[in-house]
């Protein structure tokens, strides 16, 4: 965060050549924000900013924070997903008192985004945009800055786990039931078929994930 504060200004040549000090963030105001989603998340301990002598005050506070957000997996293990992070302010209406504002670009906060993103999980950050708009809550309009997260599930394992042993059992129940065998071996491969597809069963069952108004549809069909 940056803003500027005209009341805490001074000369560094009248102060050893100081031009900024660090302060507790509790010494000036500084703007309160929210964020919409949030659920849950870990404040750091770092409750410090940085004055400078022509009034400009900058704060960094890094934090962990797990957010909601609407999943759409019917694709899935193929799915992509996008979520957002709102950042707000209401305690100050953005006509008169507080505008928040991005200093960087989509493009610089994308590629800043990719070098902190390290995990190498189930997941593939894929785009960032953010969208500047004005809320209203009350007869008055605040300032929402919201994040929109992009990313798309890597599908390897659940490909080599899920995909190629449900192909594998119907075929292997085609070329059972369209085989020169005889009735009593069909009967006996089928059997065997059913219920390795119902061990497939549960173990998919373990494995979907359940929080989306459609079902996946390799566990549909």
């Known amino acids: 965060q940056e803003w500027e504060n005209t009341f805490a200004t001074w000369d560094p040549q009248d102060f050893c050549n100081i031009s900024k000090v660090i302060l507790p963030t509790d010494t000036y105001w500084s703007p309160p924000i929210f964020i919409l989603e949030r659920v849950n998340g870990q404040n750091s301990n770092l409750d410090y900013m940085a004055v400078m002598h022509n009034g400009s005050f900058k704060s960094s506070q890094p934090f962990q924070v797990t957010l909601t957000c609407s999943l759409m997996i019917f694709k899935f293990p193929f799915d992509t997903q996008t979520c957002n992070l709102s950042i707000a302010s209401f305690l100050y209406p953005a006509v008169t008192d507080l505008v928040m504002k991005m200093k960087r670009s989509p493009a610089e906060m994308m590629k800043d985004s990719q070098s902190y993103f390290l995990t190498d999980g189930e997941w593939k950050f894929t785009n960032l945009s953010i969208i500047e708009y004005r809320e209203e809550l009350d007869d008055e309009e605040f300032s929402v800055v919201t994040y929109v997260i992009s990313m798309e599930r890597r599908p390897t394992l659940y490909i080599l786990n899920l995909i190629l042993p449900t192909c594998a059992l119907y075929l292997l129940d085609m070329a059972v039931l369209f085989g020169p065998s005889s009735l009593e071996e069909?009967?006996?491969?089928?059997?065997?078929?059913?219920?390795?597809?119902?061990?497939?069963?549960?173990?998919?069952?373990?494995?979907?994930?359940?929080?989306?108004?459609?079902?996946?549809?390799?566990?549909?069909?």
């Open 186 to 221: 069909k009967i006996s491969f089928q059997i065997a078929i059913i219920l390795g597809s119902s061990m497939l069963a549960v173990i998919l069952n373990n494995i979907l994930p359940t929080s989306s108004n459609k079902p996946p549809i390799i566990g549909t069909h």
